[in-house]
């Protein structure tokens, strides 16, 4: 599977920016879809999840802020970032896992997040 996420850019605070992740195969066969992000010097943390299903996790740091979605019709997989924050500045990474092999995360090149003060 391959993954490419895009929409990264400059932003200030409290402005908006729209992620996409693109999959080189059929969102039905993907168990779950994945945004990770990391910060200069920190480690990389999950912030939204997408199951199969259509089911959504948020992390705390997206809650209320961060919208998860999906076009099936595009493969593709969105994170809608809202009243962003210095502090969410960093890389963006897709993952997702297939459901013929649960557990098996793959990794796209991520995007970068700037967020100015």
Not at 79 to 98: H, K, R, T, V
């Amino acid at each position: 599977v391959q993954l490419q996420a895009s929409g990264g850019g400059l932003v200030q605070a409290g402005g908006s920016l729209r992620l996409s992740c693109a999959a080189s195969t059929s969102i039905f066969e993907l168990n779950t879809m994945n945004w990770y992000r990391q910060a200069p010097g920190k480690q990389r943390e999950l912030v939204a999840t997408i199951t199969l299903s259509g089911y959504k996790n948020y992390e705390d740091v997206a809650k209320g802020r961060f919208t998860v979605s999906r076009d099936t019709s595009k493969n593709t997989m969105y994170l809608q970032m809202n009243s962003l924050e210095p502090a969410d500045a960093g890389i963006y990474y897709c993952n997702a896992d297939l459901t013929s092999r649960i557990g098996r995360h793959y990794w796209g090149p991520g995007t970068q997040v700037t967020v100015s003060s």
